[in-house]
Nanobody, 115 residues
Framework: QVQLVESGGGLVQAGGSLRLSCAAS????????MGWYRQAPGNQRDLVAA???????NYADSVKGRFTISRDNTRNTVYLQMNSLKPEDTAVYYC?????????WGQGTQVTVSS
């Protein structure tokens, strides 16, 4: 079992920045992929950014150039740096870790961007 705890969400004005963190309860060094998803009310959960082990990060078109995903295997943590935030970025953000057994999810952290 892998437990994921997100933090760093909150309320920010448009144009501002937030950094989300996702701490895993076990080593993530062998995780196949780690990612951030988001879900706004009435919408499906969509991929924001993902970083595969040994691979290149990929991003949703809507966040390219504004968001950066990174991982620190020594701290078992994945981060999402969000800059130039827009009201349409408002959502609950979820961290995910994909292993060879299954995909694990965090509980989510709310990000609200005011105009």
């Amino acid at each position: 079992q892998v437990q994921l705890v997100e933090s760093g969400g909150g309320l920010v004005q448009a144009g501002g920045s937030l950094r989300l963190s996702c701490a895993a309860s076990t080593s993530i060094s062998r995780a196949l992929n780690m990612g951030w998803y988001r879900q706004a009310p009435g919408n499906q959960r969509d991929l924001v950014a993902a970083i595969p082990t040994g691979g290149t990060p990929n991003y949703a078109d809507s966040v390219k150039g504004r968001f950066t995903i990174s991982r620190d295997n020594t701290r078992n943590t994945v981060y999402l740096q969000m800059n130039s935030l827009k009201p349409e970025d408002t959502a609950v953000y979820y961290c995910s870790v994909r292993t060879i057994v299954r995909t694990y999810w965090g509980q989510g952290t709310q990000v609200t961007v005011s105009s």
